[in-house]
Nanobody, 126 residues
Framework: VQLQASGGGMVQSGASLRLSCAAS????????TAWFRRAPGKEREFVSS????????YYSDHVKGRFTISRDNAKNTVYLQMNSLKPEDTAVYYC????????????????????WGQGTLVTVSS
């Protein structure tokens, strides 16, 4: 599956953004989907994931309560709603997917991922 992320931009602290990840090539129906990010000078880290059926969602402690992951399988798209953004959220955000064959609910590790999107830059100023 090919992934195309969009929706990044430059905002002030406290603002909101919604990232989108459009999939092509295959339907996302059996894929666990996730968002990761890489801040300047840091390694890529897990942000959030949603199981293939959307029943299980996970968040890093850094974003819990502020970010919400959702997926619309009919549109083959995954979203990340980001509220109350902070300067430390500044990063390139990557969408990702793992073909779970309807078995696993998890895709929170880099090693779980089969497909990566190209990344979209989010910059939060104070």
């Amino acid at each position: 599956v090919q992934l195309q992320a969009s929706g990044g931009g430059m905002v002030q602290s406290g603002a909101s953004l919604r990232l989108s990840c459009a999939a092509s090539g295959r339907t996302l129906g059996r894929y666990c989907t996730a968002w990761f990010r890489r801040a300047p000078g840091k390694e890529r880290e897990f942000v959030s994931s949603a199981s293939w059926d959307g029943s299980h969602t996970y968040y890093s402690d850094h974003v819990k309560g502020r970010f919400t992951i959702s997926r619309d399988n009919a549109k083959n798209t995954v979203y990340l709603q980001m509220n109350s953004l902070k300067p430390e959220d500044t990063a390139v955000y990557y969408c990702a997917a793992r073909d779970t064959y309807f078995h696993s609910m998890y895709c929170s590790r880099n090693s779980d991922i089969d497909s990566w999107g190209q990344g979209t830059l989010v910059t939060v100023s104070s």
